[in-house]
């Protein structure tokens, strides 16, 4: 860890300062300057975001900012054993993609008819959402797309785990937006250095608005998860005709709002992109479509407020990779892994994310390994 000086609260870096962006280390100072920030923790798969930057843990006093939750409210992790081991399996494994491609819808599409209920409370939240009811309803158990997936791996032990990566969907980047457009229209926000910085106050109208659209998207990022694990697991068992016995799934938010204490102080933490490791839980850091993942147990180091990456991080913009890079290379470097190797998911490939294991190597204080997993099928909206 590094300390970044010259800003009003304290700016701790697990990553080479050198190697940040400099439009993303110009987001770490204003964030770090704002009147009702605590700390920021900086992760080593930080890289530039809009208003908040990927990779980024902010404890405020008082204070929110929706946008350093990002657009995707819960987006996070899931992750289950299998009793599976890589004998059990068949050489060509792509019946078992197609299999969980027909059972999940991906990119924009949604269910026909809802698979699994919504938080209760719909009715509740900001009116600009209202008329979305129904699409939300289709889109719990849906992965989305961008980099977004679910995947077979094999641990150490050639042992089989299911994993996905997606959050709140459409309604969630929906509640985001407005509320975002809300905090900048406030009194306290005038002459921040970047508008997308804005805050809501505690003990406002706008906060409790925001905080019970938060805690709802929230919830339905998760449920979406265990929606998509239960569709997976189905269609994985089909697949290869056979029972299959799973374990307890591992679940992880690394875009959401905490209630934390932190030095003695009650916080609201923004994760943009990072994990909690509080009371050593389990936690996942996965890599790019092809280069696998890991499950660790956190270490609570309080100096991050206990936190610690959400993954690889992109290095590069989607516009760069497609550019840079061919459908040869994305088959080369995915060789071995049962997925897509089309124009449609070429900006997810590997060569577009910082390199997994040098992102673990800087954080060996917040985490420790359980497990090293390796991709064998990837599904990708």
């Known amino acids: 860890m590094q300390c970044i000086y010259g800003t009003r609260a304290p700016l701790r870096v697990w990553a080479d300062p050198e190697t940040i962006e400099d439009a993303a280390m110009q987001q770490l100072r204003n964030t770090a300057n704002l009147p009702w920030t605590h700390g920021v923790a900086v992760m080593p798969d930080v890289h530039y975001g809009k208003g908040a930057t990927v990779g980024s843990v902010i404890a405020m006093r008082d204070a929110v900012s929706p946008a350093a939750v990002g657009v995707d409210i819960g987006c996070g992790m899931a992750a289950v054993q299998t009793n599976l081991t890589a004998s059990d399996l068949p050489d060509d494994l792509g019946k078992v993609r197609s299999a969980i491609e027909a059972a999940v819808p991906v990119g924009f599409n949604s269910h026909d008819v809802a698979v699994a209920a919504m938080p209760p409370g719909f009715n509740e939240l900001h009116d600009g959402v209202s008329q979305l009811e129904s699409k939300a309803q289709k889109q719990i158990g849906t992965l989305g797309g961008g980099n977004h997936f679910i995947e077979l791996t094999l641990d150490e032990n050639d042992r089989v785990w299911l994993m996905l990566h997606s959050g709140s969907r459409n309604i969630g980047k929906s509640l985001a937006e407005l509320h975002i457009k809300i905090a900048q229209k406030l009194p306290q926000n005038l002459g921040l250095p970047d508008r997308d910085l804005s805050v809501f106050l505690a003990e406002t109208p706008q906060m409790a608005a925001y905080r019970r659209d938060l805690w709802w998207a929230q919830d339905y990022a998760r449920r979406n998860r265990a929606a998509m694990l239960t569709l997976s697991q189905g269609a994985v068992g089909s697949a290869l005709g056979r029972p299959i016995v799973w374990g307890e799934p591992i679940q992880c938010h690394h875009n959401y ?125």
């Open 257 to 381: 709002v905490s209630e934390e204490t932190h030095d003695g102080l009650d916080l609201l933490v923004t994760r943009k992109g990072a994990i909690s490791t509080a009371e050593g839980r389990l936690g996942i850091i996965p890599g790019s479509m092809g280069t696998g993942s890991y499950i660790v147990k956190g270490k609570a180091n309080p100096a991050s407020f206990n936190s610690a990456s959400h993954g690889a991080g992109r290095r590069m913009s989607r516009t760069k990779a497609k550019k840079q890079f061919s459908i040869a290379d994305l088959q080369a470097q995915t060789e071995g892994v049962e997925c897509r190797t089309d124009e449609g998911v070429l900006d997810e490939i590997p060569a577009a994310y910082k390199n997994l294991e040098e992102v673990m190597a800087q954080q060996t204080d917040l985490v420790d390994v359980v497990h090293r997993l390796r991709t064998i099928v990837c599904v990708k909206g």
